[in-house]
């Protein structure tokens, strides 16, 4: 079945880096696009970036722009989020996910706490 695991979380000071990683399972990896999300306290999910499948193609949302990457090795089904000069407003729990167009799947999230 598909897995999606998340890893690399944690608490970090404002300005300091993190780099998260997704390792997907249960699909052909390397055929689709891949994604990462993220859910504050009483705020609603968002998109943080999208990569293509062959890694060639990369959205981020505006809040991220500059600071934050997506990556993929195709290799090892992962995809990865390096975080840097992280702010407060990026504590939330980060979500890998995929979807094939007919159903949608999400990893376990991870914490990410951004704070002094």
């Known amino acids: 079945q598909v897995q999606l695991v998340e890893s690399g979380g944690g608490l970090v000071q404002p300005g300091g880096s993190l780099r998260l990683s997704c390792a997907g399972s249960?699909?052909?990896?390397?055929?689709?696009?891949m994604s990462w999300y993220r859910q504050a306290p009483g705020k609603e999910r968002e998109l943080v970036a999208r990569?293509?499948?062959?890694?060639?193609?990369?959205n981020y949302a505006d809040s991220v722009k500059g600071r934050f990457t997506i990556s993929r090795d195709n290799a090892k089904n992962t995809v990865s989020l390096q975080m840097n000069s992280l702010k407060p407003e990026d504590t939330a729990v980060y979500y890998c996910?995929?979807?094939?167009?007919?159903?949608?799947?999400w990893g376990q999230g991870t914490q990410v706490t951004v704070s002094s």
């Open positions: 249960g699909f052909t990896f390397r055929n689709y696009a």
């Open positions: 996910f995929w979807t094939n167009y007919a159903s949608d799947y």
């Open positions: 990569i293509s499948s062959t890694g060639g193609s990369t």
